[in-house]
Nanobody, 120 residues
Framework: QVQLVESGGGLVQAGGSLRLSCAASGRTFSAYVMAWFRQVPEREREFVAAVSDSIGDTYYSDSVKGRFTISRDNAKNTVDLQMNSLKPGDTAVYYC?????????????WGQGTQVTVSS
């Protein structure tokens, strides 16, 4: 069982930066692939970025590549999302997620979400 708690959302002007953090419970944090997703009303949840378990390979959606950076600290059981050059289109509820390497995200664990609002 993994519990995830996000923090760091808020209101920022376009071009600004925010850093989201996700704190995870459990003793096997390093075994999980960690990711950030986002969702706006009436649209499906969208993949943003992921970082693999022990090796730490990173993956990004085309819409955030070059602007966002995902990182994890297995000693602290945290995964962060540094968001730079924010655009109004980045406005969404951001969710932290964890899943095992051989499982899908539907079988994983999700946080409650944190709101990010980018004003123009």
């Amino acid at each position: 069982q993994v519990q995830l708690v996000e923090s760091g959302g808020g209101l920022v002007q376009a071009g600004g930066s925010l850093r989201l953090s996700c704190a995870a419970s459990g003793r096997t944090f390093s075994a999980y692939v960690m990711a950030w997703f986002r969702q706006v009303p009436e649209r499906e949840r969208e993949f943003v970025a992921a970082v693999s378990d022990s090796i730490g390979d990173t993956y990004y959606s085309d819409s955030v590549k070059g602007r966002f950076t995902i990182s994890r600290d297995n000693a602290k059981n945290t995964v962060d999302l540094q968001m730079n050059s924010l655009k109004p289109g980045d406005t969404a509820v951001y969710y932290c997620a964890a899943t095992l390497p051989d499982a899908g995200w539907a079988e994983g664990y999700w946080g409650q979400g944190t709101q990010v609002t980018v004003s123009s």
